[in-house]
């Protein structure tokens, strides 16, 4: 008997979105109720589906999740469920209705022989009817009853979703089976009847549990974060809890060799967190007080006690999961172009073998009975079944394979572009750099002292969280002792620039180079002062006050330690790279000769950038953009792929960004761009093993030098051929 988590259409295709050109909604619906539909994991079930209940008063929106087999319904009344219902259960889908907070049923295996028992004993009748026919004996009916019983045992599920499907006109992989075994019964090929549905029922099996492996390795990432935490009680003591109970803002506490079960920031203790699950990281991060730390990773040495910053339901691990369950279900190219040439093929094949069965004994004087077998073959060969998980079965294990490695792909779409990338735009501060600048020294300019430059200056600068900004107050706080500011009124972010606002009864700008020109402000003296400053490789900021220069400050950041590293395998790759920045153009030239970016530009607004980048699409072709997913939002949104650097923790980049690097590690990029590469050439072999397979057969089936069987085992041959092809992406390196 096959078990439950094998019922698919088409072998194990769980894993593909749909069948049209539209992807389907994967978020839950205002007001929607969740059905659990074991028998749906297949695009083929999603168009009967969709058949049936779009075109029901009753029904107001459908939304599918194929890998989890949960369908979505919004009635269009509150009276409306029982007849969606009866619906279901009228085309074969029995669904369970889910509470709201409910997981998701898990189908727990009943030992080998429950599951699989009528299986093994069909196979045997099947074995026993080959050996019989093979002998030649003269009791004729007892191959007949060993075929007859086989075919009951093992085959009874396909015979039933098959009436179903044609029922409704719909000729998938359960309705041809059906049809080619009772042909094949009808002709008298009783014993490789028999045979081919053993085999496709166990081809069934094999291609599902195949299959599981892709899913499974997106259902992992669920099971990261723990399901309790220890939490810190009104009375001071320290008492389990489920994670789901835990609110914002309790104190959590993790032993050494425990998992972080929630979203936190240290508030006592210190300790080496194994990030791995989160950010890719090989080696643990030390953590200490005031330091984030992410649900699922693991405490490794000390004890800390945290204070909860995310529910479990918002959790970095939460977003993550729900960003990859979301892109699983977003085709990519590929995929689409599968699913349009399979609505082709597969009524074409129909067709063949129908004119095959009827018009080859009036044409070329074949037997009838040779003409209907030759059909029969050809009706197993239209299975479209390996061609269609060519595609999604490579998708997901990339998908998988990228998020185990903290690179967050938003679908696969971008996982496949990223394999023709001809360009990549870098913003500088905290992406090349290391976004942690500090002031090397501060030069005045006319009367203002010292203390009054860095007072007024800090003041300004800790209503922003610009890198640049925070440099500034470093340096008042750590090297002048600087701990109380001064109000600021009238405060306002110029982008791009720096900030203004008004502090003791004066007007005051602190900016860059470009808004000292734009302000009139930069003479002769200032002006040599600042290229002075910038030649050296090194961002000057003014601070003004009525209209007069007060100080510059001189600000240096540095190169990461594994830019150059990432610049250089990029080059190998080639991929053009380019570096966009508001910083003054020699600061900029600078890190990018250090670091051997092929081209850089400074002194840029937001909407430069944007212009930039579109440039860089019209010379180079896909062209994608670095950033922090939040300033350099217009260029990213632009790139045909917008990467966020260290996305771990941050709601923003994780929403917006096409794919997310959870850490700051550059060196992602490239791996990235070399798993795509590798995905791509596994979707060109999968489609040219599962067409080449099926075109052989189908001039095998015509020439009559292909049997039945023999049209099964290439069937899943093929299916597993391109499914282990395809799961060889979850062992990249």
Excluded at 78 to 91: F, G, W
Excluded at 136 to 152: C, E, H, P, S, T
Excluded at 391 to 401: E, I, N, Y
Excluded at 495 to 523: F, W, Y
Aim: proline content about 4%.
């Amino acid at each position: 008997m096959q078990s439950k988590s094998s019922t698919s259409c088409c072998g194990g295709c769980q894993t593909e979105a749909t069948v049209t050109d539209t992807a389907p909604q994967t978020e839950p619906l205002t007001g929607g109720v969740r059905l659990y539909i074991n028998a749906m994991d297949c695009p083929t079930e999603e168009r009967m589906i969709r058949a049936k209940l779009e075109t029901m008063p009753e029904v107001k929106n459908l939304a599918f999740n194929l890998m989890d087999r949960v369908l979505t319904v919004q009635p269009a009344t509150a009276d409306s469920m029982p007849a969606i219902i009866r619906a279901l259960e009228d085309i074969g889908f029995p669904p369970e209705v889910l509470d709201d907070d409910q997981s998701i049923p898990v189908e727990p295996s009943s030992g080998f022989f429950k599951d699989y028992g009528r299986l093994v004993l069909g196979g045997l009748c099947a074995l026993v009817a080959e050996v019989l026919d093979y002998q030649a004996i003269d009791q004729a009916w007892l191959i007949v009853a060993f075929a007859l019983l086989g075919i009951a045992l093992s085959g009874l599920g396909t015979y039933k979703k098959g009436w179903t499907a044609l029922r409704h006109l719909d000729f998938n992989i359960n309705a041809l089976m059906s049809i080619a075994v009772t042909g094949a019964m009808l002709i008298g090929e009783w014993p490789e009847a028999v045979m081919v549905m053993v085999l496709f029922t166990l081809a069934e099996v094999i291609e599902s549990k195949s299959l599981d492996r892709a899913r499974n390795a997106i259902k992992e990432l669920m099971a990261l974060a723990p399901d309790t935490a220890t939490v810190k009680g009104p009375a001071g003591d320290w008492v389990a809890q489920p994670v789901g109970e835990v609110e914002l803002g309790q104190t959590v506490r993790v032993r050494p060799g425990e998992k972080i079960p929630l979203d936190g920031e240290i508030i006592s203790g210190s300790a080496a967190v194994n990030q791995a699950p989160i950010t890719g990281e090989s080696l643990p991060v030390e953590k200490t007080e005031g330091d984030k730390v992410f649900a699922g990773t693991l405490n490794e040495t000390g004890m800390l006690e945290l204070k909860v910053t995310a529910l479990a339901s918002n959790s970095t691990v939460a977003r993550i999961i729900h960003a990859v369950e979301k892109a699983q279900s977003e085709r990519a190219p590929a995929q689409r172009f599968i699913d349009r040439f399979a609505r082709v093929y597969t009524p074409a094949v129909l067709i063949l073998a129908a004119l095959t069965a009827l018009l080859m004994p009036l044409a070329f004087g074949w037997s009838w009975i040779d003409a209907v077998y030759r059909a029969l073959v050809l009706l197993v060969i239209a299975c479209p079944c390996a061609l269609v998980i060519s595609t999604p079965v490579t998708v997901v294990s990339g998908l998988a394979a990228a998020a185990r490695h903290g690179v967050l792909i938003k679908g696969g779409l971008y996982l496949e572009q990223a394999s023709k990338l001809k360009a990549l735009a870098f913003d500088k501060t905290g992406t090349l750099t290391e976004g942690r600048p500090q002031v090397t020294h501060v030069e005045l300019i006319g009367d203002a002292t010292h203390a009054d430059a860095v007072l007024f200056a800090a003041s300004l600068a800790s209503h922003s969280d610009h890198p640049i900004s925070q440099a500034v107050v470093r340096f008042a706080n750590e090297r002048e002792q600087l701990s109380d500011f001064l109000s600021v009124d009238g405060f306002e972010s110029l982008t791009g620039r720096g900030v203004q606002g008004r502090l003791e009864a004066l007007d005051c700008v602190l900016g860059n180079h470009r808004l000292i020109h734009e302000l009139g402000l930069c003479s002769s003296a200032l002006e040599a002062s600042l290229e002075a400053i910038e030649e050296q490789g090194q961002t000057a900021v003014v601070l003004v006050c009525d209209q007069r220069p007060w100080a510059i400050f001189a600000i240096a950041d540095q190169p990461k330690t594994h830019s150059r590293k990432t610049l250089e395998q990029l080059r190998e790759l080639n991929v053009h790279t380019l570096v966009l920045s508001g910083d003054n153009p020699h600061t900029v030239a600078r890190i990018a000769e250090q670091l051997g970016v092929d081209d850089a530009r400074g002194n840029l607004l937001p909407e430069q950038k944007l212009e930039a980048v579109q440039a860089l699409k019209t010379q180079h072709g896909i062209t994608a953009m670095v950033g922090d997913g939040i300033n350099d939002a217009p260029a990213m949104a632009s790139a045909d792929i917008g990467f966020a650097m260290g996305a771990a923790g941050t709601d923003t980049a994780i929403e917006t960004a096409d794919v997310a690097l959870m850490d700051d590690n550059l060196e992602k990029l490239p791996w990235f761009i070399r798993l795509s590469r590798t995905a791509s050439w596994r979707l060109k072999q999968n489609i040219t093993l599962a067409l080449g397979i099926k075109l052989l057969f189908m001039v095998l089936a015509l020439t009559g030098e292909a049997t039945l069987w023999m049209a099964v085992f290439a069937d899943l041959g093929a299916s597993l051929l391109v499914i282990f092809n395809g799961l060889r992406l979850l062992r990249f390196k």
